[in-house]
Structure formats: structure tokens, C-alpha cells
């Protein structure tokens, strides 16, 4: 079984702290995403990693940076938290299948900031 | 134009009866993956169930199938018997390209299973 862990189920932060968030696979996946989920607007690719210290924008990167030091570990930042970034966040691998890419995903990081 | 659309923001249903939960999808691409997620009240995103375009028969995968109808570009996902441990969003999604790295999700269901 894919498994996919993420580090903080529950974080409250105050504005202008630096979060992050660690999300580890124990295989030996090369994609690695980060999403951000909100009410009514879906999932959002912030960053994904095809490769250690590889990485590449989704669709809203801004405010975030992602650091890929070792293939089995993936994190978040949020260099200085805004109360906007308050969300749910997904970590998520792709595996590459006969069938095609699939994705798996942790079970979720939900950050309130204050 | 969105490329995966949920009409259904909520549905209900009996427990034990059957539901359909409506996706569908926008590509010109002719290899492409299609999924299903359901998402508890706890966070977590768990895959369900997985069609490929090329794939001539339905996914099937116990209690979830998945009503593909290639001509009309739907992705309906079908839960028999339906149970209160059922109730959660689901979220259909896709994949351009076999090897693509991009996915698509929609906005997703909630679905409701009634005693």
C-alpha cells in the first residue's frame, strides 16, 4: 500500500511566523504535490517536486516555497503566514502505474493562522 | 473552460439504496486517466477508483463503479448499497497524457447517507 505521511494533522500559527510543513513517502516515489484545499474552490496545485531539489510552480505558488533535500521528503513553507493561508493542505505522491499516473495522497494538514 | 465539472455541490441517500454522483470532463487529449476520491470528515483524500481511456470495460472496484461514457465525456461514479460510513465528499479528478503530472479536480459532492 501507498503510504503517505504528513508530519501535523492540526497547526494554529500567528501572522508573520514561518510554517512548515513535512510530508514523507515510504517508497520511492518521484512526484511529490502539495495542494491547498478550500470550500468551493476545489483543490489547488501550489508545488510540485519531480526529483530531489527539483521543483515546479502550480497554479498559486505565491507565498509558498517547497524544499526537496531528500526524494522521501517534501515540505511546505510559508515563509511568513497570512491569515489567507488558513486551509486545508495536501500532500500527495504520484505513482507511475502500466495503467498510467495515479495519485495518492496524506491525510491532510489543517492550519489556522491568526 | 473547467476541466472537470461536479454539478451536484450535495445528495442524499438512503442507506442501502444506490447513488450516482455526476462528473464530467473537457479534453482534447485522447489518452487521459479519470479518478475518483472521497474525502471524510477527517481530511483525508482516499482514491477509490480509476478508468482509462482506452479501457473498454467499466472500472469496477467492489461497492464503486464507474459509468464512463466516452462519447459524452462523463465519469459518473456509482456506490451500491450505500452506507453510513459512505458519507463524505467525493471528488472526481483527471489526468492528461499516461504519463502527465497534471490533475484536474472538481469541486467535488457531498453525499449524505440517511438511516
Known amino acids: 500500500d501507498v503510504k503517505v505521511t504528513q508530519s501535523s494533522r492540526y497547526l494554529v500559527k500567528r501572522t508573520g511566523e514561518k510554517v512548515f510543513l513535512e510530508c514523507v513517502q515510504d517508497m520511492d516515489h518521484e512526484n511529490m504535490f502539495w495542494y491547498r484545499q478550500d470550500p468551493g474552490l476545489g483543490l489547488r496545485l501550489i508545488y510540485f517536486s519531480y526529483d530531489v531539489k527539483m521543483k515546479e510552480k502550480g497554479d498559486i505558488p505565491e507565498g509558498y516555497s517547497v524544499s526537496r533535500e531528500k526524494k522521501e521528503r517534501f515540505s511546505l513553507i510559508l515563509e511568513s503566514a497570512s491569515t489567507n493561508q488558513t486551509s486545508m493542505y495536501l500532500c500527495?505522491?504520484?505513482?507511475?502505474?502500466?495503467?498510467?499516473?495515479?495519485?495518492?495522497f496524506g491525510e491532510g494538514s489543517w492550519l489556522t493562522v491568526v | 473552460a473547467q476541466k472537470i465539472t461536479q454539478t451536484q455541490p450535495g445528495m442524499f441517500v438512503q442507506e442501502k439504496e444506490a447513488v450516482t454522483l455526476d462528473c464530467t470532463y473537457d479534453t482534447s487529449d485522447p489518452s487521459y486517466g479519470l479518478f475518483w476520491y472521497k474525502q471524510p470528515s477527517s481530511g483525508e483524500m482516499i482514491f477509490l477508483i480509476y478508468q482509462g481511456s482506452y479501457d473498454q470495460q467499466n472500472a469496477t472496484e467492489g461497492r464503486y463503479s464507474l459509468n464512463f461514457q466516452k462519447a459524452r465525456k462523463s465519469a459518473n461514479l456509482v456506490i451500491s448499497a450505500s452506507q453510513l460510513g459512505d458519507s463524505a465528499m467525493y471528488f472526481c479528478?483527471?489526468?492528461?497524457?499516461?504519463?502527465?503530472?497534471?490533475?484536474?479536480f472538481g469541486t467535488g459532492t457531498s453525499l449524505t447517507v440517511i438511516p
Open positions: 479528478a483527471m489526468r492528461e497524457g499516461r504519463t502527465g503530472n497534471q490533475f484536474y
Open positions: 500527495a505522491i504520484g505513482t507511475a502505474e502500466p495503467s498510467g499516473n495515479t495519485i495518492y
